[in-house]
């Protein structure tokens, strides 16, 4: 089994920043893609940014330039860098990761419990 703890959430003012961690632990044999999503009351989870175990990108335009996903791959641990953020920000934050266990002979998608972001006008 595997696990995905994020920490870093809380409430911030407009133009403020903050740093989320996920950190997975378990029966990991290697990680694939991780990232983080996020879901606004009364709206659909929808994806913040993802990043490859080769380091490559991928940011929703609605965050593109303001964040910077980040990853150590010795920690089994993804961050995501948020700097002047915006009300329309405010959303639980969810970490994923895509994980081959070992004795595994496919990936896994695997998500955590979720963090909450504020952001205040």
């Known amino acids: 089994q595997v696990q995905l703890v994020e920490s870093g959430g809380g409430l911030v003012q407009a133009g403020g920043s903050l740093r989320l961690s996920c950190a997975a632990s378990?029966?990991?044999?290697?990680?694939?893609?991780m990232g983080w999503y996020r879901q606004a009351p009364g709206k659909q989870r929808e994806l913040v940014a993802v990043?490859?175990?080769?380091?490559?990108?991928n940011y929703a335009d609605s965050v593109k330039g303001r964040s910077t996903i980040s990853r150590d791959n010795a920690k089994n641990t993804v961050y995501l860098q948020m700097n002047s953020l915006k009300p329309e920000d405010t959303a639980v934050y969810y970490c994923?990761?895509?994980?081959?266990?070992?004795?595994?002979?496919?990936?896994?998608?695997?998500w955590g419990q979720g963090t909450q972001v504020t952001v205040s006008s």
């Open positions: 994923y990761a895509d994980v081959l266990s070992i004795g595994s002979v496919r990936s896994y998608d695997y």
């Open positions: 378990g029966n990991i044999f290697s990680i694939n893609t």
């Open positions: 990043i490859t175990n080769g380091v490559g990108t």
